[in-house]
């Protein structure tokens, strides 16, 4: 048992190194005129996969605060939306900021997790299950941020 915390340890602090990485560098949030499109969002699912639904919401939370320091640090139009420090115009960011930065973030790693537990449990092709937990936990990300803006 012992074995399996660390190896879990191990490639959660991998995952986290990546996760840092994509932050630093213009990998992770690619400017597509004023929108930012993200690939942070990988290391998530695969981590949810491999690990679990509690390292993948961890590293989802991680993914989060790192939205919200982009946006705070490397300020772009939208950028109000994920940090409470940001004004654009008339508009600020807000506790609602912090909301949408972390939340849809969190639930890439669950839902991954609970569709890749679920398909498995129904007895899937194991690779349908990923496919359909990649798929899901993207759409998760997608479809909760572009709902909140």
Known sequence: MRSNKTKNLT????????????????????????LSATLMHIPVIIAALTMGWKYGAALGLVFGLC???????????????????????????????????????????????????????????????VSLSALAGSFTNTVLIMRQR
Request: hydrophobic share 55%.
């Open 11 to 34: 490639l959660f602090a991998f995952f986290l190194a990546v996760e840092l990485l994509l932050l630093f560098t213009p990998l992770g949030f690619l400017r597509i005129g004023p």
């Open 67 to 129: 939205s919200v320091w982009n946006a705070t640090f490397a300020p772009g139009i939208t950028s109000f939306c994920f940090s409470p420090f940001i004004t654009i115009g008339n508009v600020s960011g807000n506790f609602t900021s912090l909301i949408i930065a972390l939340v849809p973030r969190v639930l890439i790693g669950l839902i991954s997790a609970w569709i890749y537990t679920l398909c498995k449990n129904k007895q899937i092709n194991d690779n349908i299950s």
